[in-house]
């Protein structure tokens, strides 16, 4: 079966700190890869997603970056965290035909 | 451009209540509509979906939706509501039928339940 594993749970860091929240996926072959933002009191926005290696989409524009090195490795960058950027971040994936997202656990992050 | 509207930021309801969770969306074409869960500091889990077919959608854990394309709204309904249900419940709508992962999610509704 497929699991999707993400970490770290909680992170805090400070204000013009870098950021990389990992992403990675079991049992599946060329899924499609999508990082959420859930900021406080307001629903989820997508950030990015990919339907292969290297291929990253940006669906607004931000401090962060994405990155797909591997087939089933998703990873949220930054080179200098805002006050902004502080949200619960989901990754998530589906098969080839979307028709269904699949969320990791969700990485907690507070910018000081 | 797309967008999701639930009208209703918190519902409170006692155990074995029924519940409606409303939502509305805005789309020009057909839509692929969705029903998201989420608990306390977890990520989402899909309870149901609509993208064609029986205007009425059964899903997991006993909860159903209704398709009134009249209305555009997409209103999430359990006959009786179970402590467990309480959490945070997300409709959303896929911008576009080539990825419908590309999702655009209403603002959510937390529900409490009351003993």
């Known amino acids: 079966s497929q699991t999707i594993h993400q970490w770290p749970a909680t992170l805090v860091q400070p204000v013009g700190s870098p950021l990389s929240l990992e992403c990675t996926v079991e049992?599946?072959?060329?899924?499609?890869l999508y990082w959420y933002r859930q900021a406080a009191g307001r629903g989820l926005q997508l950030l990015f997603y990919?339907?292969?290696?290297?291929?990253i989409s940006s669906e607004v524009p931000q401090n962060l970056s994405a990155s797909r090195p591997q087939d089933r490795q998703f990873i949220l960058s930054s080179k200098k965290l805002l006050l902004s950027d502080s949200g619960f971040y989901l990754c998530?994936?589906?098969?080839?035909?979307?028709?269904?997202?699949?969320f990791g656990s969700g990485t907690q992050l507070s910018v000081l | 451009a797309q967008s999701v509207t639930q009208p209703d930021i918190h519902i409170t309801v006692s155990e074995g209540a029924s519940l409606e969770l409303r939502c509305n969306y805005s789309?020009?074409?057909?839509?692929?509509l969705f029903w998201y869960v989420q608990s306390p500091g977890q990520g989402l889990q899909l309870l149901l979906k609509?993208?064609?077919?029986?205007?009425l959608v059964q899903g997991i854990k006993g909860f159903e939706a209704e398709f009134k394309r009249s209305q555009s709204s997409f209103n999430l309904r359990k006959p009786s509501v179970h402590w467990s249900d309480a959490a945070e419940y997300f409709c959303?709508?896929?911008?576009?039928?080539?990825?419908?992962?590309?999702?655009?999610f209403g603002q959510g509704t937390t529900l409490q339940v009351k003993p």
């Open positions: 959303a709508v896929a911008a576009g039928s080539s990825n419908t992962g590309k999702l655009i």
């Open positions: 049992g599946t072959s060329n899924p499609n």
């Open positions: 990919s339907v292969g290696i290297g291929q």
């Open positions: 789309y020009g074409a057909t839509p692929y």
């Open positions: 609509y993208f064609s077919g029986d205007t």
């Open positions: 998530a994936w589906s098969p080839g035909h979307g028709e269904k997202l699949f």
